[in-house]
C-alpha cells in the first residue's frame, strides 16, 4: 500500500496491479486485507494460472481427490516394480542379465517416482 500510494503521489492517473499469490492464481489474502490507495479506484487485482506449472489443477477435483489418486499411483507403481524384477529374474535364468547401465537408469526412474509420491 505504501508503495502504490508513493506511485500514485507522482503520477495519479496510473493504474496500480495487484498479482495473486501461488503462480498467480491465489487472492484469498486480500479479502481480508485489501488494498486501499489514497486515490481511490487505482487497484487492479489479477489472477492467472499456469496449469503447466500446477499440475494437481489438471485433475478435477468433483471427480477424485488427491490422496485417492496417490494411492492409485503407488499401486500402479508397485505392480511396474514387480513386474520389472519378475522380467530382470527371467532374464537372468534366460543368461542375457541387463547391462550395469540399464539398471542404474532404472534405479534412478524408480527413486524419482517415488519421491514424486
Not at 28 to 48: G, L, M, T
Not at 72 to 101: D, F, Q, T, Y
Amino acid at each position: 500500500t505504501q508503495a502504490g500510494n508513493e506511485v500514485l503521489a507522482v503520477h495519479p492517473d496510473i493504474l496500480i496491479v495487484v498479482m495473486g499469490l501461488c503462480a498467480g492464481i491465489c487472492l484469498n489474502p486480500a479479502r481480508e486485507h485489501p488494498v486501499v490507495f489514497d486515490i481511490p479506484d487505482r487497484v487492479v487485482y489479477e489472477v492467472h494460472n499456469y496449469v503447466e506449472y500446477v499440475y494437481t489443477n489438471l485433475i478435477p477435483r468433483d471427480a477424485i481427490s488427491w490422496d485417492s489418486l496417490r494411492c492409485i499411483l503407488r499401486a500402479l507403481l508397485l505392480a511396474v516394480l514387480v513386474a520389472s524384477l519378475l522380467l530382470a529374474r527371467a532374464w537372468r535364468a534366460a543368461g542375457c542379465a541387463p547391462s550395469k547401465v540399464a539398471l542404474l537408469h532404472s534405479l534412478g526412474c524408480w527413486t524419482v517416482g517415488l519421491a514424486a509420491l
